[in-house]
């Protein structure tokens, strides 16, 4: 029998699997994980205040680090009061490793406060869960954990894991399990998607997952360049790399509206690791499919498909000589005067650091963001991809632990960021280099927009109080600095402009509240 | 067909069955119910900036006013951050009526990015779940919902509403439909028990669910004294009326030793609306079932019955000229100097305002608190059902607004605080009278003491960094400030009293950080 406890086996066997961070919430039934973190010195524990902060935090290393970090959550309201950033990391395809305590195997027929349905909750993510009963599997059971959560596109595993699977003795490791690796596209799917682009109609095509680094929207580019298509990225990306050297490819837009003209006119539609257009949500008398009518939709590569060289495969058909158009160089003016939706971003796009890291929850407030930072050095920016709101903060945070040496900007909106408001809390705990830009224009701007949208009854005094975030006016200044962040707060763009050098210029997190008022 | 369209007829059919609040934090998907509110005045909405608050508060106010309140929750995500909370409300028996918003019908075939699986979040929750697909069922729909959350001992009922079923045309108000009253004890298993107090050997009498209020604490006097019985209270009730001129009846300890302290020597546990006394957690070595050896277990009433109405039958029996021991009006003196884990509680009960509302998450500062406040005036105390925290300060907030006339007091340790910190702008928002005592010992001090408890190789530096709070302090004044709430900070027992008293006096919410050092 080993030495080992299953906690002990369990932390081994994910390090040796290449999982060094786990963003951890405990409670009693983790104790015994919590105490073996001292006998593997090569895994890191970050605390977090809040389940949510720790899974979005995951979602953002591992977007970032490409490879997951396991989470450590306390049983089913554990991982209930995560569950909205597993939902967006399983929109992302993000390798999760959720490691969820629960009572001892003996302890759950007494049916004490905290016994819950973890598996129900589990299985809502429509990823992986396994239940490690006994001590000496909980090696084996993490191994596989890890290889599922990596198995191409990515994806979120969860493993349950009682408490005296984890105290017990004879906790045995487990060598990494290879995941499955993303499938390479058939060539006759590449030759018939090469047709369609060689046709002579319309086309567009819209690109996804992990084509959306340097490599696939090269290929994106150059198709486009050679046949006249439209690219476009997905509207909510995991990571896309953008910026000056990088072809800068318009993400398909949020409203139908958007779409509706973007689409104009195509005749196909090709997707390649995203999904064929549709609504995000559904409004009276309009349509939830957004593919023009009478187009037709071609899949060249499914999103757990080698997307990147799917893309290559057909850029090599159809633009062989043909380069990638790249963005230049360029930075819009420092704006001055009082902040307004359409200043505010020029600002980032005046001062964005090289090597960036946007985490993006700006919503309605960053409309006009993506054109003022095309041309900004390269950086990359995450996505709400799930819609889940709460994300920015946590997902920030994940990044900055990922890369320490890059600079991180969370562009969040003041109605998303009392969800998971804690992870300011970890930011400076960890001494991160995060700078949150903090859009305070007190309102759920998106949802006066959409009140009006859906066509409800708009304007009724009961309603518009729902959609009101100004009484009380949140002071984030002093949430930020009550969590130990520091924290200064910008009415101008000048304001903004030397805020924001001096928190890029400081070690450690920064917030900047920036009063901007609503676009709408 | 009606002029409603299904939202309105669901508000109206809420509010018909005497649904009159609806804790709110809506999205796209809920805007035609945001906007159907308006026509509807009987219905009050309050917004809350993250639903676990919307949950929380939902819970609070029914312990309160004894009638559900309403949430609206924006789809599986929305359902799943409130998740926690609705756990604590199951384990209280809290008569919720959830309304979670969804796509439009034909519109969840595309897998839109919210899309997610609604119903296995809700069946985690053991209550009542359905969706009302038609808008003609919808306010049928409602009247089913309000009735099974009501069915005793009351429950959480989870109503799915697409967003077409809730903006179509043609919605139907439905009357009241009468929920399932809890049923009488027979005559037998009364008389049974009976026979158990007047058999000569050791018994305990264990009391939980509506046996908490003063009816039925006082048939337990009754029994307890003329028998000799011990009588205890559920470790944690849903809502115990407390105070001078009610029986004081000690609950049964959280720590399992305290369990075998209470009931050694004990021959026979009669159970009335509680469970057989089972150990919160596991613990290596240690039993879950704490029954003492030996002794039998008696049910008179199940929780869904009438237990108090058992209750008095078998006082009546046993007791029949006997009287409940009421606590005499008793306040501890004022202590002075530094705050100290057991003179902080002391303050409380010298000022402890006549007919408050305790919601107490004040876990391991709080061990002292019933012998400080049993002789204070008659108030309730709200408590931690479920294990999940970050309960205080949302179920402090309902319990606000279901009793504006009641000075509402949440004591709130600082490591649950954080879950649903949010809480305190609904507070100002709603100029709810809520004092917040926020005991602040900078660390998750319970689980430095269940680290022990458990038995894992205690103290490494690792595992105590994940149980402390202390890097960076927070600065709950000036989180609370930015919150709306106005604040101070008590570091001596004077300052604290002081504070509390102005609290207490103004209205609307306050917050006072109290700076206590851990107990263990």
Same mark, same amino acid.
């Given at each position: 029998m080993s030495e080992l406890n299953g906690a002990q086996s369990l932390i081994r066997t994910l390090v040796d699997a290449g999982v060094e961070v786990c963003f951890a919430n405990p409670g009693t039934s983790e104790m015994h994980f919590v105490a073996a973190l001292d006998t593997v010195p090569e895994m890191r524990g970050v605390l977090a205040l809040f389940e949510g902060v720790v899974t979005g935090a995951a979602d953002g290393y591992a977007r970032i680090a490409d490879k997951p970090a396991a989470t450590l959550l306390h049983l089913g309201p554990g991982l209930g009061n995560g569950l909205a950033n597993l939902h967006n990391a399983r929109r992302a395809h993000t390798p999760i490793v959720n490691v969820v305590g629960d009572h001892a195997t003996y302890h759950k027929? *007494? !049916?004490? %406060? #905290?016994?819950?349905?973890i598996e129900a909750v589990a299985g809502s993510l429509e990823g992986w869960v396994r239940r490690s009963e006994h001590t000496k599997d909980v090696g084996a059971d993490a191994a596989a954990a890890v290889a599922a959560s990596q198995d191409a596109p990515g994806r979120v595993a969860t493993l349950i894991l009682p408490a005296d699977a984890s105290w017990g003795e004879g906790g045995e490791t487990c060598a990494p399990i290879p995941p499955r690796v993303a499938q390479a596209v058939d060539a006759t799917t590449v030759k018939d998607v090469a047709e369609v682009f060689g046709a002579g109609e319309p086309v567009a095509l819209l690109i996804g997952g992990s084509a959306c680094r340097e490599e696939g929207l090269r290929a994106a580019s150059r198709i486009a360049a050679a046949t006249g298509a439209k690219v476009f990225v997905e509207t909510f990306p995991a990571r896309l790399e953008r910026g000056a050297g990088l072809p800068a490819i318009e993400r398909l837009g949020y409203l139908a509206e958007q779409v509706t003209y973007q689409l104009d006119g195509i005749k196909h539609v090709v997707v390649a690791g995203a999904k064929a257009p549709v609504s995000f949500f559904a409004y009276p008398g309009k349509p939830s499919d957004l593919v023009p009518d009478g187009a037709q939709v071609h899949t060249?590569?499914?999103? $757990?498909?080698d997307i990147t060289r799917a893309l290559t495969e057909v850029a090599d058909l159809v633009a062989a000589d043909t380069e990638p158009v790249l963005a230049q160089a360029s930075r819009p003016a420092l704006p001055s005067g009082p902040l307004t939706p359409q200043n505010w971003v020029d600002v980032i796009g005046a001062l964005l650091p090289e090597n960036a890291i946007i985490a993006d929850?700006?919503?309605?407030? @960053? =409309? =006009?963001l993506p054109t003022a930072t095309a041309g900004a050095p390269r950086h990359d920016i995450l996505t =709400? /991809? $799930? @819609?889940?709101? @709460? *994300?920015g903060m946590p997902v920030a945070t994940g990044a900055a632990v990922a890369a320490p040496d890059r600079p991180v900007l969370n562009l969040q909106s003041d109605g998303s960021? #009392? *969800? /998971?408001?804690?992870a300011l809390w970890t930011q400076a705990r960890e001494n991160l280099n995060v700078t949150t830009v903090l859009l305070n224009n007190r309102a759920y701007a998106i949802l006066r927009m959409e009140l009006q949208r859906v066509g409800a009854a708009s304007g009724g005094p009961k309603a518009n109080e729902l959609l !009101? =975030?100004?009484? %009380? !006016?949140?002071d984030f200044v002093k949430i930020a600095e009550g969590m130990g962040v520091p924290a200064t707060r910008a009415t101008t763009a000048e304001e903004l402009a030397e805020q924001l050098q001096r928190a890029f210029a400081e070690p450690g997190p920064h917030l900047i509240d920036a009063v901007v008022p609503p676009l709408l």
């Open positions: 027929q *007494y !049916d004490a %406060p #905290l016994e819950s349905d060249l590569a499914a999103v $757990g498909q929850e700006a919503n309605t407030s @960053g =409309l =006009l =709400l /991809t $799930g @819609g889940a709101i @709460g *994300y960021a #009392l *969800y /998971t408001i804690s !009101d =975030l100004s009484r %009380p !006016d949140m």
